[in-house]
């Protein structure tokens, strides 16, 4: 066979195949839909039933406020873990004295900043705050005054911190 022959042969067959495939579909028309019952069974309705219930007066009570205890206890629980404080993480440097300079600009700020050492970095802290929220303020503040991404966590104290080796050390904890 000739190389043209052998194409058109090849191309009649596959149009006779897709003849015999397609051609009923066209000619038979939609599908019939299932017929659908109109009637539905329903169990039958429960009788209502009466009951009688006793007429009950709670007493009213007055509520006892909680004594809140004052910063300086908080303090002491949070020391001992009853507590929990929370710091802002405002920055890491390889510099110490980066740390220190950022700690001026946030005293300047009026923040309470601090730093710890953790892996060769030197890394600065705001707070620690008795509220997540005052925290989440300041934490705002800095984003929109100096630009700062932080990160809100919970506070270490200095025993622990000073346990995992992340104090800096005892010359350099102030700025």
């Known amino acids: 066979m000739k190389y043209g022959l052998r194409e058109r042969l090849i191309g009649a ?40 219930v006793p007429d009950t007066v709670e007493p009213k009570l007055d509520p006892v406020p909680k004594p809140e205890p004052s910063r300086a206890e908080r303090l002491e629980l949070a020391a001992q873990g009853g507590a929990e404080l929370w710091t802002i993480q405002v920055a890491s440097f390889s510099q110490p004295n980066n740390a220190r300079q950022l700690m001026k600009r946030l ?19 705001a707070g620690p705050y008795l509220d997540q929220d005052v925290a989440r303020r300041d934490q705002d503040k800095l984003l929109q005054d100096q630009g700062l991404k932080t990160l809100l966590s919970q506070y270490v104290n200095e025993r622990d911190a000073a346990a995992e080796g992340s104090l800096p050390p005892k010359g350099q904890r102030q700025p």
Do not use: T
């Open 107 to 125: 005293q300047a700020a009026g923040l309470h900043p601090y730093w710890r050492q953790s892996n060769d970095m030197a890394v600065v802290f």
């Open 13 to 52: 067959l596959v149009l006779i195949f897709c003849a015999i495939v397609f051609m009923p579909m066209v000619f038979q028309g939609p599908a019939p839909k299932p017929p659908i019952s109109e009637k539905v069974d329903a169990p039958p309705q429960p009788a209502p039933v009466e009951v009688e």
